[in-house]
């Protein structure tokens, strides 16, 4: 069931909303409404659109037609309100620390150098904090694990304290303990900061019981609703136009397995 587009409490709402890329559409006329304060699993085979659509979230993709309001403004580039982990994200200058990441966040002012006040400062170790990374924050960026590296993406996101958080694939290329890990570092975090996360992934397992909203994207249409509801053969299968099955252990999780997907 894809849900009536609303206006009042909703970080996200895009109605008839069709995103081309080159010269097709990879999402067509779709609405939907994310309620604030809404942690969701954004997934899709390969190719299905989730970065396009979360980029499109940031006014960085132009909407072909319809309109994407979030919390009941249309969207602008560069809002602060918005924070975004991309999936391409090998920081530049492995000889950086994550402090160094973090300061160059702030204005450069007129000398184009970072410039970080003392409420600067102030955030970034709050942020830091955030993700349980102030122990990681002096140590050069390349000299961390894809996993240590990646907190401090997060914390990167959280300056400005954005109430809608964008992470598009935060738990690729982490072992599955580490992935849980950091699906619970993230529940807490939004929690905390009473913040709407849209997360990307390609695992549902590791978001089991975090996210409350699964978006799932596929052959240009949308699917969003709680996770019982989206996560059944049933769905998945007319989503994807072929047999997807879905068993849930009684541990909780989900195998999903697909043929020819
Ligand atoms: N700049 C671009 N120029 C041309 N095609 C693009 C561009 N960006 C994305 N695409 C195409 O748009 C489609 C959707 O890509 P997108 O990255 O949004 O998918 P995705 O669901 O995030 O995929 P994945 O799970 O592999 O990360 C793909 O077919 C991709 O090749």
Not at 218 to 224: E, H, K, L, N, W
């Amino acid at each position: 069931m894809i849900k009536a587009p609303g206006r009042r409490g909703s970080a996200v709402c895009c109605r008839g909303v069709t995103l081309d890329v080159g010269s097709h559409a990879i999402l067509s006329d779709i609405s939907l409404t994310v309620e604030a304060g809404s942690f969701v699993g954004l997934f899709g085979p390969n190719g299905a659109g989730k970065t396009t659509f979360l980029r499109a979230l940031l006014g960085l993709v132009q909407v072909e037609s319809g309109d994407i309001m979030l919390f009941g403004d249309a969207v602008t580039r560069g809002s602060r309100s918005i924070g975004y982990m991309p999936q391409s994200r090998t920081p530049n200058g492995a000889t950086l620390t994550g402090r160094d990441l973090l300061a160059s966040g702030f204005d450069g002012g007129k000398w184009g150098v970072p410039w970080v006040s003392r409420a600067g400062y102030a955030e970034i170790e709050a942020v830091l904090e955030a993700v349980d990374a102030v122990s990681l924050a002096d140590r050069r960026l390349g000299s961390l694990s894809g996993g240590e590296r990646q907190r401090l993406l997060i914390a990167q996101a959280l300056l400005g304290s954005p109430r809608l958080l964008l992470l598009d694939e935060p738990l690729a290329s982490l072992d599955p303990a580490r992935m849980r890990e950091m699906a619970l570092l993230l529940r807490d975090v939004a929690r905390k900061r009473e913040m709407t996360v849209i997360c990307s992934a390609h695992d549902i397992n590791p978001l089991m019981g975090v996210m409350d909203t699964v978006l799932c994207l596929a052959r240009g249409q949308a699917r969003i609703g709680p996770v019982d509801e989206v996560v059944t053969s049933e769905v998945l299968s007319a989503l994807y136009g072929a047999p997807v099955e879905v068993c849930h252990a009684p541990s909780g999780r989900v195998l999903v397995s697909a043929d020819g997907l």
